[in-house]
């Protein structure tokens, strides 16, 4: 029997690592560098994008979403008709009286409106009235709406003095109104107000014509 020969198995050596060359770890640097250079710019243009939002969100609140109270007054296109006046011995006035009332909406909105009576008053004392239809006022624009009312003396106590105004060929109408309505803002905020019209009119008796109107 042929006598087995002890044959003694060696392990393989373990592999070396290659050492990087410095070129390749200087490609790795490099790239990271890139990464770290491309993320600091992303973050400022986040940063700035930001910053923007927030500049056009703050003009934007104080502009165009800021609701102002429309204004309301008489327009100085004044006519009149049926003009008859009394002296200062017998005084009285009844005339009619066409003009407009301006709605002037300076919002980035509609100023949609109801319907209300304008009333005019001498000394305190209504002597016409008047319907104003509702209706609605464009963004940043004013609604022209034609009215005619009868003012007359009828309802005057004979305490006051208008004899003494006729005399001095003037005569002087205060009138007053009050608008109800909505502000819509970008179709979807609807905000509430209330207008106002207080105007004082004198009529100049000799020409008959406006001498002068305040609102």
Not at 68 to 73: D, L, S
Not at 117 to 134: D, H, N, R
Not at 188 to 207: F, V
């Amino acid at each position: 029997m042929a006598e087995k020969t002890n044959q003694q198995v060696y392990p393989f050596a373990p592999a070396t690592k290659q050492p990087r060359s410095d070129e390749e770890s200087g490609s790795l640097t490099s790239n990271q560098e890139l990464k770290r250079k491309k993320m600091i710019k992303l973050a400022i243009y986040i940063a700035a994008f930001a910053v923007f939002q927030t500049v056009v969100i703050l003009v934007f609140a104080l502009t165009v979403m800021r609701v102002k109270t429309p204004k309301v007054r008489l327009g100085t296109d004044v006519t009149f008709q049926n003009f008859s006046t009394g002296t200062q011995a017998s005084p009285f006035f009844d005339l009619s009286v066409t003009t407009q009332v301006r709605v002037k909406n300076t919002n980035f909105g509609p100023y949609k409106f109801d319907s209300t009576i304008a009333t005019f008053m001498y000394q305190g004392v209504t002597v016409g009235q008047v319907l104003i239809p509702k209706g609605k006022a464009g963004l940043r624009s004013t609604k022209k709406v034609g009215v005619t009312v009868n003012v007359n003396s009828n309802a005057l106590p004979s305490t006051t003095n208008l004899g003494s105004e006729l005399g001095a060929h003037v005569l002087t109408l205060n009138s007053h109104a009050k608008l109800s309505g909505k502000v819509e803002l970008m179709f979807i905020m609807k905000k509430k107000k209330s207008a106002e019209m207080n105007c004082t009119m004198t009529i100049d008796l000799s020409t008959k014509a406006v001498q002068s109107m305040i609102c």
